[in-house]
C-alpha cells in the first residue's frame, strides 16, 4: 500500500486530514515509515536518520511481491496438467 502511494502523482496526493488523536493533529506524516510527528522539527530530524534513509532506499527498488507471486512460488498457481493425451 505505501509503495503505491510513493507512486502517484503529486497532482493526485490529498492534504492530510486533521485527527486530534495523532501527534501533531496528524499533519506531520513520514510516508516511508508510516510514523507521525509532533512537529516539522522533528519530522525534518527523522529525515536525516539511518533508518529512514534505509527505508526510502527500499522503496525505491524494486516492486514488492504480490500475494499472487506467493502463490505461484508456493505451487497454489494455476494447475499444469500437460498436454492432453488423445483417447482410444
Known sequence: MVYAQLNKVEEEKVPLPVDEDLPGMGQYYCLHC??????????????????????????????PHTQLDAELAAGMGMPDNGPKLMSM
Request: charged letters at 40%.
Open 34 to 63: 508510516d510514523r507521525y510527528f509532533s512537529n516539522v522539527a522533528v519530522r525534518d530530524e527523522h529525515f536525516k536518520t539511518k533508518r529512514h534513509k534505509k527505508r526510502v532506499k527500499q522503496m525505491m527498488g524494486p516492486a
